[in-house]
T-cell receptor, first 116, second 114 residues
């Protein structure tokens, strides 16, 4: 089984709808991240969490919110989806014990979101 | 501020050719990590390598090799005797001490033609 799973893998929604993307991990890692990938822009950080009580904004958090329900679960919500949020979304995890800056991030399979 | 530049947007070569993917980074820190990830057509991101700023030794893993040069702020990736399965988008990324996040380059799409 995959260590980092994302659901759903594909989602089509309409403008104005609220949707949630979910991420679960079995790696036992403390840190979890949400990124979005757009063609030609690489991956950009939306939110990150270093433990259940810690949530931090990334570089593009507007229009998004997150919830860290447990060490293993980190959800991303689009409060009111808009077409320019169409993208590939990735969840990632890393292990604090590896060091505060050098830990390797391991990525889930991604969720393709289309906002009409 | 940290920045990663992958100037090659797309590269196309014939199978068995050697190919080098360039990565140039900017950072004010003396302590940092550099990474390469592979994104095959299926879409997932696969970790390839991590290198810290104190270790400038080049690394080889099978047909893959990495050349880290602090003097030119570069961390280039070479695939020797390329194969069709190497076709993917490759991302270079940087993590600074204290920044607590990865910054990615724009990615290079590599196509290996039979």
């Amino acid at each position: 089984d995959a260590d980092v799973t994302q659901t759903p893998r594909n989602r089509i929604t309409k403008t104005g709808k609220r949707i949630m993307l979910e991420c679960s991990q079995t790696k036992g890692h403390d840190r979890m991240y949400w990124y979005r990938q757009d063609p030609g822009l690489g991956l950009r950080l939306i939110y990150y969490s270093f433990d259940v009580k810690d949530i931090n904004k990334g570089e593009i958090s507007d229009g998004y919110s997150v919830s860290r329900q447990a060490q293993a679960k980190f959800s991303l919500s689009l409060e009111s989806a808009i077409p320019n949020q169409t993208a590939l979304y990735f969840c990632a995890t890393s292990d604090l014990s590896s060091g505060p800056w050098g830990e390797t991030q391991y990525f889930g399979p991604g969720t393709r979101l289309l906002v009409l | 501020a940290q920045k990663v530049t992958q100037a090659q947007t797309e590269i196309s070569v014939v199978e068995k050719e050697d190919v080098t993917l360039d990565c140039v980074y900017e950072t004010r820190d003396t302590t940092y990590y550099l990474f390469w990830y592979k994104q095959p057509p299926s879409g997932e991101l696969v970790f390839l390598i991590r290198r810290n700023s104190f270790d400038e030794q080049n690394e080889i893993s099978g047909r893959y090799s990495w050349n880290f040069q602090k003097s030119t702020s570069s961390f280039n990736f070479t695939i020797t005797a390329s194969q069709v399965v190497d076709s993917a988008v490759y991302f270079c990324a940087l993590s600074e001490q204290g920044a607590q996040k990865l910054v990615f380059g724009q990615g290079t799409r590599l196509t290996i033609n039979p």
